[in-house]
């Protein structure tokens, strides 16, 4: 295939960021040098536009095309500066997932059209949070719980995505509870890094999201190179032309991948890109 028909995705936290929140300085420059040559880049990340946009700024990554952000739900066009939001959650999911957190002492995270937020358990961090979660978490706009109602509550939001921050050894139990309370509530929910409960529109996905932008380019998943570590990367890394799953990625991901590469906290993405650029890729 040319070189300049290829659209590159990449989820964040796990895969294109290492553990300082920025990106390899190698793959940043092979993201360049892509981009230069007419191959689109894509984020496709659970982060709100409203964690995802800083990261730009701050040229932590760079040289993308689109942000899709919230599992699938907003993107966000960077030349063009313009968000289209493509589907919204029943406000009674919140409510549900409101009462879940204050019973289990979680934090709770919202994006809607307009603010991301994020309420903390009592107002303040829990105990079970270590230094190193602590370090790694990414607070954004600290409400209460009932300015957090307020704010859904408004006739003008639009509720994209609900979050939970888990202590790992309750994830999986609360993401499966999770599922159950609001299965009559048209969602989609998502175990993400081992750690977060994503819960989402119905229909809504990242591949969705990158589906649609591959339909504005009049390109198809042939045309599509994927690279993700977890829960909700798994429909893109299956629907790609070559799906990449991380070294540190879930068992899952790594199943349904084309290639598994070296960990998030290296150059390896750089590395994998510049040999599709080279035609050093197995196609078949």
């Not at 892509?34 to 880049?41: C, L, Q, V």
């Not at 009462?99 to 107002?123: F, H, W």
């Amino acid at each position: 295939m040319n070189k300049n028909n290829w659209v590159f995705a990449f989820d964040l936290d796990g895969t294109l960021l290492q553990r300082n929140n920025k990106a390899n300085k190698y793959t940043l420059d092979v993201l360049k040098k892509s981009k230069e040559s007419g191959n689109i880049n894509i984020v496709a990340t659970g982060r709100g536009v409203a964690k995802t946009l800083p990261l730009l700024e701050s040229k932590a990554i760079d040289h993308m095309d689109y942000l899709v952000c919230s599992n699938g739900t907003v993107i966000y066009d960077v030349k063009n500066q313009k968000s289209i939001t493509l589907n919204s959650l029943d406000k009674n999911v919140f409510d549900i997932m409101k009462n879940i957190a204050q019973e289990k002492n979680l934090i709770i995270a919202i994006d809607t059209n307009s603010v991301n937020a994020t309420s903390l358990p009592n107002n303040k961090l829990p105990e079970w949070l270590n230094d190193v979660d602590i370090m790694d978490m990414n607070i954004l706009n600290l409400m209460s719980l009932d300015e957090l109602s307020t704010l859904v509550l408004h006739p003008d939001t639009k509720l994209t995505q609900i979050a939970f921050r888990n202590p790992l050894k309750d994830a999986i139990n609360n993401t499966e509870l999770v599922r159950t309370l609001i299965s009559n509530y048209p969602s989609e929910v998502y175990l993400t890094n081992s750690i977060y409960t994503d819960v989402n529109p119905k229909n809504t996905s990242k591949y969705n999201a990158v589906k649609y932008i591959l339909d504005l380019l009049n390109k198809t998943n042939e045309n599509l190179i994927s690279f993700g570590d977890s829960g909700n990367d798994l429909e893109l890394i299956k629907n790609s032309k070559i799906g990449i799953a991380m070294g540190n990625a879930t068992n899952d991901a790594k199943s349904i991948a084309k290639h598994i590469i070296s960990d998030h906290n290296s150059d390896t993405i750089g590395k994998f890109i510049q040999k599709v650029l080279d035609n050093k890729i197995n196609l078949d």
